[in-house]
C-alpha cells in the first residue's frame, strides 16, 4: 500500500506533539526531538504566516497567553530557555490545529494522532506490565528514586489517557473503526488502574462512570460540567472546604487531606500571585520556584517546582491578563460542545473537558496534548460538517447538515 506524501508530512507534524517522556533522558533522542520540533515549528509558523485566512479567536488567545508568559519571563529574568520551549510547544498545536481546520486536514490530523496515540499507549503497557518496577529509574533531588516507563512515570500517564479518549472519539465517528477506539480506551483506563497516580485514577473513573452508565451522559452538560468544576475548585483551593471528598481521598486514594502537603503551596502561590497580579512572574528557574512556593512552615520542600493547580499556574506565570485568555478559550470550548451536545463527540469533549478542569485542580499540565483538550472542541462545527459529507450521519430536518 502507498503511502501518500501528505499522509507522511503529518505524522511528522504530530511528531513532537506525543513526544513519550523517556525520550527526554536519551541523548541521541532528545536531540532528535528537538530537531524536529525546532523544523516544525518552523514549518507551521510560515504555513501560518502565508494563509490568506484569519487566525480562529482561541488560536489567537492561546498566542497572546503564551507571548505574556514569555514577556514576564524576560523582564522578570527568568528561565528565558523554558519559556520559549513553553511557547514553542503550545503555540505550536493551537496553529497545526487551526491550520489543519482553514485546509481540509482535520480528518488526516485527528488519523495521525490516533496512530501516535496507539502506538505510545501500547508500548507503554507492556513496559508496565513486562517491567512493574519500572522500565527505567533516575534521581530527583525532591523525590529520590524513580520508577519510569516508556511514557514516564505514572504521573504522566493521564496525560495520556484523555486525550487518547477524545481522539479516539474522534476518529471512530470519521472512520467507523469502533474497536481501534475501545480497545484504546479500555487499554488506557486499565493501565491507568494497575499502575496510575491518584490524580489519574479519579480522571478515568470519571470517564468510566461515564462511558458505562447511559443517563450520566445525559446528566453531565458543558453548564453542569462547568459549574461542578468550578465549585470543586473553590471548595478545594480557596474555601478550603473539601470535607465531602474525604471518602474518596482518604479512603479510596489513600491520601490525606492535605492533597499531598498541596495547602501550603497553594497559600504561597497566591501571596506570589498577589505580588506580581497584572502579568505574573513569568517561567522560573526550578531554585527560583521552590523559594517562592516550597516553604512549608520550617521545611523548605524541593518538590514545588509548580503550583500544583492549573489556575493558580496560568496566574503565577501570566497573571490577571494570562488567566482571561485560558478561560476563554475553555470557555469558547463549552460553548461548542453545548451547541453540539446531541453528537457523542460533543458529550465525549464535554466529558474530557470536565475530566481535565478536575484534574487540574491539583496538577498543572502544560503539555501540548492536554491542550488538544481545549483546543479540538473548539471546531466542532467544522469536524461534525466534515463527518457528515462523508457518511450523512448528522442529518437535519431538512435532510441537511445540522450545522
Not at 512515570?153 to 475501545?182: M, N, Q
Not at 488506557?188 to 452508565?213: E, H, K, L, P
Not at 466542532?380 to 442529518?395: E, M, R, V
Request: proline share 3%; aromatic share 14%; hydrophobic share 50%.
Amino acid at each position: 500500500m502507498k503511502i501518500k506524501k501528505k499522509t507522511i508530512e503529518m505524522f511528522i507534524l504530530t511528531m513532537c506533539v506525543f513526544k513519550p517522556l523517556c525520550m527526554d533522558f536519551f541523548t541521541v533522542t532528545s536531540w532528535f526531538y528537538k530537531i524536529v520540533s525546532l523544523a516544525s515549528f518552523a514549518y507551521i509558523c510560515l504555513k501560518f504566516i502565508n494563509l490568506q485566512k484569519k487566525p480562529f479567536l482561541q488560536t489567537n488567545l492561546i498566542i497572546f497567553l503564551e507571548g505574556i508568559t514569555l514577556f514576564s519571563t524576560i523582564i522578570y529574568h527568568g528561565n528565558i530557555d523554558g519559556a520559549l520551549w513553553k511557547v514553542i510547544s503550545l503555540v505550536y498545536i493551537a496553529m497545526l490545529v487551526d491550520i489543519s481546520v482553514k485546509e481540509e486536514k482535520i480528518e488526516l490530523l485527528i488519523r495521525n494522532m490516533m496512530i501516535h496515540l496507539e502506538l505510545c499507549t501500547y508500548i507503554n503497557a507492556l513496559t508496565v506490565l513486562f517491567k512493574p518496577n519500572g522500565f527505567f529509574s533516575r534521581s530527583i533531588s525532591a523525590y529520590g528514586k524513580t520508577q519510569e516507563w516508556f511514557l514516564g512515570s505514572d504521573h504522566y500517564f493521564i496525560i495520556w489517557a484523555v486525550p487518547a479518549f477524545l481522539i479516539s472519539w474522534i476518529f471512530k465517528e470519521y472512520t467507523g473503526e469502533k474497536y481501534r477506539c475501545y480497545i484504546l480506551c479500555i487499554v488506557t483506563v486499565a493501565i491507568q488502574f494497575i499502575r496510575g497516580s491518584a490524580t489519574g485514577i479519579v480522571g478515568v473513573m470519571i470517564f468510566t462512570i461515564w462511558w458505562v452508565i447511559p443517563w450520566i451522559k445525559k446528566f453531565m452538560t458543558p453548564i453542569k460540567s462547568m459549574l461542578i468544576a468550578s465549585i470543586l475548585l473553590l471548595a478545594v483551593v480557596f474555601l478550603r472546604n473539601a470535607d465531602f471528598l474525604e471518602p474518596l481521598i482518604v479512603n479510596v486514594l489513600g491520601k490525606d487531606m492535605t492533597f499531598t502537603s498541596r495547602l501550603g503551596i497553594w497559600d504561597n502561590a497566591i501571596k506570589a500571585i498577589i505580588e506580581k497580579p497584572i502579568i505574573g512572574h513569568g517561567i522560573l528557574y526550578s531554585n527560583q520556584i521552590v523559594e517562592q512556593l516550597g516553604q512549608i512552615g520550617e521545611i523548605l520542600w524541593k518538590g514545588a517546582t509548580h503550583c500544583h493547580c492549573q489556575i493558580l499556574q496560568v496566574m503565577f506565570q501570566s497573571g490577571i491578563v494570562g488567566l482571561i485568555c485560558y478561560l476563554t478559550v475553555i470557555i469558547i470550548s463549552f460553548s461548542c460542545c453545548k451547541k453540539y451536545i446531541k453528537t457523542s463527540i460533543a458529550q465525549v469533549g464535554t466529558i474530557c473537558l470536565f475530566i481535565f478542569c478536575v484534574i487540574s485542580i491539583t496538577e498543572v499540565y502544560e503539555y501540548p496534548q492536554m491542550y488538544l483538550l481545549f483546543i479540538v472542541p473548539c471546531y466542532l462545527k467544522k469536524i461534525l460538517n466534515d463527518i457528515d459529507l462523508k457518511h450523512c450521519k448528522y442529518p437535519g430536518m431538512d435532510g441537511n447538515a445540522v450545522y
